[in-house]
């Protein structure tokens, strides 16, 4: 499934999965103006980003993230607070 082909429903579900090496490249990058890239793990601890930072991404140094293969998310889980 491609980025262009994605619902708005399915954009806040979907995300882009990343090489360890592309989110070492994206690390502290901007993909648009005042707007940093941000991957994160995922419950597979597999790195990802968000459709947004690849749908806004206008840094031509990194247009490649709209061609990521899109996977749908599972959040790792959030740890009991401390009492």
């Not at 980003?49 to 709209?66: D, G, L, Q």
Request: some cysteine; hydrophobic content about 35%.
């Amino acid at each position: 499934m491609k980025l262009n082909e994605l619902t708005a429903e399915q954009k806040a579900t979907y995300v882009g999965l990343l090489t360890v090496e592309q989110k070492n490249e994206l690390v502290g990058q901007l993909y648009a103006p005042d707007s940093y890239f941000n991957p994160i793990q995922d419950i597979n601890d597999d790195w990802v980003i968000s459709t947004e930072e690849m749908e806004y991404c206008v840094n031509p140094e990194f247009m490649w993230v709209k061609d990521l293969e899109l996977i749908p998310y599972e959040p790792k889980s959030t740890p009991p607070p401390i009492d």
